[in-house]
């Protein structure tokens, strides 16, 4: 089992629907947990970061955690073709330092 | 602010050669964190250095080494290469010690014959 999986898609969403990303990880002592967004050919860029059970909302992104259920995922609101990327979650690894297991991302189209 | 800048940006060698990638983080960042992506594998932490110390390695062989100098600036080297070894290797700056967010470079797009 790997440490983090996402569901690889492709995903394609209609513009203006809602784009649901998941992501379910293996370590239970895992405290931080972030989500990228890397377009074709770039390296990859922070959209959201969530620590504590729930959701949290940045403009059209929401991302949700569920410690319990050592699941994460990304809601993009109001999709737009420029939110056509591969997404990828990221999952603290230890307790010290900034080291992160990556998931291999979800692509992500969205159609105008 | 300037970004996390790499170099080169791009890179050929062959077989059995060694090479020298090179970051430096953003100003006040003291966290530098390289990775290797792949697209079968997806990113893959390689080594993390907090103030010119490697506190975290990931599991890769001994030919991937680094180290990071006393204005934070980053070199990883791989000794020996490997076809397999053709990827993107992406380092990424942060601020704080621990789960920090990271600030990622251009990479360095690296390709052995």
């Known amino acids: 089992q790997k440490e983090v999986e996402q569901n690889s898609g492709p995903l394609s969403v209609p513009e203006g629907a809602i784009a649901s990303l998941n992501c379910t990880y293996s370590?239970?002592?895992?405290?931080?947990f972030f989500w990228y967004r890397q377009y074709s050919g770039k390296s990859p860029e922070l959209i959201m970061f969530?620590?504590?059970?729930g959701d949290k909302e940045d403009g059209r992104f929401t991302a949700q955690l569920n410690k319990a259920s050592q699941y994460v995922s990304l809601l993009i609101r109001d999709s737009q073709p420029s939110d056509s990327a591969t997404y990828l979650c990221?999952?603290?690894?230890?307790?010290?330092?900034?080291?992160?297991?990556f998931g291999t991302g979800t692509s992500l189209t969205v159609i105008p | 602010k300037a970004g996390v800048t790499q170099t080169p940006r791009y890179l050929i060698k062959t077989r059995g050669q060694q090479v020298t990638l090179s970051c430096s983080p953003i100003?006040?960042?003291?966290?530098v964190s390289w990775y290797q992506q792949t697209p079968g594998q997806g990113l893959q932490f390689l080594f993390e250095?907090?103030?010119?110390?490697?506190?975290n390695k990931g599991n890769f062989p001994g030919r991937f080494s680094g180290r990071q100098f006393s204005n934070s600036r980053s070199e990883m080297n791989v000794s020996t290469l490997e076809l397999g070894d053709s990827a993107l290797y992406l380092c990424?700056?942060?601020?704080?010690?621990?789960?920090?967010?990271?600030?990622f470079g251009s990479g360095t797009q690296l390709s052995v014959l």
């Open positions: 370590d239970r002592g895992s405290q931080s």
């Open positions: 250095y907090f103030s010119e110390t490697q506190r």
């Open positions: 100003s006040g960042h003291r966290s």
């Open positions: 990424a700056s942060s601020f704080g010690e621990t789960n920090e967010k990271l600030f």
């Open positions: 990221a999952v603290n690894i230890g307790n010290t330092g900034n080291q992160f297991y």
């Open positions: 969530i620590y504590s059970n």
